[in-house]
């Protein structure tokens, strides 16, 4: 089945049980699964960052990845990425380690192309 249809949800009204964090992760970075489509493996999902929350992974992801930060900020390589940045990464491509002294929350979109 696609994508399921989703009204406006307010995230931080949203309980603390249903952020988990992804696998790959380290603790700090959570997830909220917003919608899935299981068959293709594309799915929109909400990331926080909780203050002074840092990876020291680099990461992959068989999808496209478009991230959108809300709020906050993320550290990459040696950069401060505020609130209102982009970004757009090709399936297979490595990034981070990430870190957020501040925290962050993100919009994230992931899917396969053709």
């Not at 931080?12 to 917003?34: M, N, R, S």
Request: hydrophobic fraction near 35%; charge should be negative.
């Amino acid at each position: 089945m696609p994508k399921a249809e989703l009204e406006f949800i307010d995230p931080h009204k949203l309980p603390d049980h249903e952020w988990v964090t992804p696998a790959g992760y380290p603790e700090g970075f959570k997830q909220l699964i917003i919608t899935e489509d299981k068959e293709t493996g594309a799915f929109t999902r909400l990331m926080r960052a909780a203050p002074g929350a840092a990876g020291t992974a680099t990461l992959t992801h068989e999808t496209w990845e478009e991230v959108y930060i809300i709020e906050g900020s993320l550290t990459y390589c040696g950069k401060v990425y505020p609130a209102g940045s982009v970004a757009v990464r090709p399936p297979g491509m490595p990034h981070g380690p990430f870190s957020s002294p501040n925290g962050a929350l993100m919009f994230e979109v992931h899917y396969r192309s053709k």
